[in-house]
């Protein structure tokens, strides 16, 4: 291969990686105003001290509804379900992914719910 196969090839590559957006965070809903993460593992074992109050959180996305309302968000084998109805939105399929969620706590039938008004998708 000559050089200039070489450079062409070299471009092609740094293009499509370019176009493809790897790396680029996707966002949803609000914009994160609290970079305090707040274990998961926290919130479901002590739901109790953070009913009512705005938390962020981060873990990956385990399991989601088709139209993308809710879905569980799991960390050291800790799940939250996160609903993002209540701020009416949804986001695209994106099981697997790491996602930062900002939003309220609630309990209903003894677990936590986290009500999701900001998302960040890495």
Request: charged fraction near 20%; proline fraction near 4%.
């Amino acid at each position: 291969m000559n050089i200039r196969n070489v450079i062409t090839l070299a471009l092609i590559l740094a293009f499509m990686t370019a176009a493809c957006g790897c790396g680029r965070l996707e966002t949803y809903g609000e914009k994160i105003s609290n970079r305090n993460i707040t274990p998961i593992k926290e919130i479901v074992m002590h739901p109790e001290q953070y009913t009512g109050k705005t938390v962020t959180v981060k873990g990956k996305i385990a399991l989601e509804c088709d139209t993308g309302c809710w879905f569980h968000l799991g960390e050291d084998k800790a799940m939250l379900y996160t609903d993002l109805q209540p701020y009416g939105f949804a986001i695209p399929q994106k099981v697997g992914r790491t996602a930062t969620i900002e939003g309220s706590i609630s309990i209903e039938d003894g677990k936590p719910i986290l009500a999701g008004k900001a998302v960040e998708i890495q």
